[in-house]
Nanobody
């Protein structure tokens, strides 16, 4: 069973930055894409960003222009650089992988999930 481990969450102020990282435990694992989702209290888990194994990047409207996803598909590493953070970015951020041959934006389209890392942005 592949394990995804996230790191880098924490507390930031309005306008600040944080960088999240995710690594899959099995280097032989070869997902089509890795992505980031987030879930705020009382809300559904939502897509944030993803990167395919060919390097294509995808963003939600709320992440576009502020967040940058990057990584190394050969090493199953995915990072999320978050700039200009807002209080509404406060959530638990989850790393996920998909073996479907497209980059989906729905939770149901991803197969493996990390435990999540808390991001809190204060005003």
């Amino acid at each position: 069973q592949v394990q995804l481990v996230e790191s880098g969450g924490g507390l930031a102020q309005l306008g600040g930055s944080l960088r999240l990282s995710c690594v899959a435990s099995d280097v032989a694992f070869s997902p089509y894409a890795m992505g980031w989702f987030r879930q705020a209290p009382g809300r559904a888990r939502e897509f944030v960003a993803a990167m395919s194994n060919r390097g294509g990047t995808y963003y939600s409207d709320s992440a576009k222009g502020r967040f940058t996803v990057s990584g190394d598909s050969a090493k199953n590493i995915l990072d999320l650089q978050m700039n200009n953070l807002k209080p509404e970015d406060t959530a638990v951020y989850y790393c996920a992988t998909t073996s479907r041959l497209y980059v989906g934006r729905k939770e149901s389209e991803y197969d493996h999930w990390g435990q999540g890392t808390q991001v809190t942005v204060s005003a």
